[in-house]
């Protein structure tokens, strides 16, 4: 019985954490507010960035910046946080209204921008 005991006061200590993680949040997901939001992201993870136009996903999740340069941001979710990397020849594939972006940069992963009816324009862009 006393193993019992145990395994139960285990379980429920676990339950116990998951809870008040959640509870702390820990467990939330970063939105952009808006395309603006998105621009002073890029400016502030990329000296001397001067936007020019920027692109939200319909989700939040994401957005595509331009500078004035021609040179294209992309601002992704990661955790609860955004980076953002520049994109040199990024591997672009569209389905839709869904921009699929994988930057040359090897451990990055694939990120899927729903972008509406600018996905043309920007897939031809990138």
């Known amino acids: 019985m006393d193993r019992i005991g145990l395994l139960a006061f285990s379980v429920f200590g676990v339950a116990l954490l998951v809870l008040l993680a959640r509870w702390l949040g820990f467990a939330r997901t970063a939105r952009l507010a808006s395309a603006a939001h998105a621009a002073d992201i890029a400016r502030a993870a990329i000296p001397g960035l001067n936007v020019a136009e920027a692109v939200l996903a319909v989700d939040a999740s994401g957005a595509l910046v331009t500078a004035d340069d021609g040179r294209v941001a992309l601002v992704c979710r990661f955790g609860d946080r955004f980076v953002v990397r520049l994109l040199n020849r990024p591997q672009v594939s569209r ?16 990120t899927a921008l729903d972008l509406g009816s600018a996905a043309g324009a920007w897939a031809a862009r990138l």
């Open 95 to 110: 389905a839709g209204p869904v921009l699929r972006i994988r930057p040359d940069e090897p451990m990055f992963p694939e």
